[in-house]
């Protein structure tokens, strides 16, 4: 499996807290971001369309954050 351009890898862990599933090796230049999960919260929280769909569509249910 191959990540392209703009594809995101360890959402689920992210979000669930869950061990991961997969690990990565980048065979070239990489550039990752990283991010916590209260600072990905408090930013998607100033769109109130986001914040309320996001975990819907992550998961197809409302998540308590």
Do not use: W
């Amino acid at each position: 499996f191959t990540l392209q351009e703009g594809e995101i890898l360890g959402e689920m862990t992210f979000f669930t807290g869950m061990p991961h599933a997969c690990f990565a090796k980048s065979t070239d230049f990489t550039l990752c971001f990283i991010i916590e999960k209260k600072a990905f919260m408090e930013i998607i929280k100033g769109d109130h369309k986001e914040y309320v769909e996001f975990p819907i569509f992550m998961f197809g249910e409302i998540l308590s954050f």
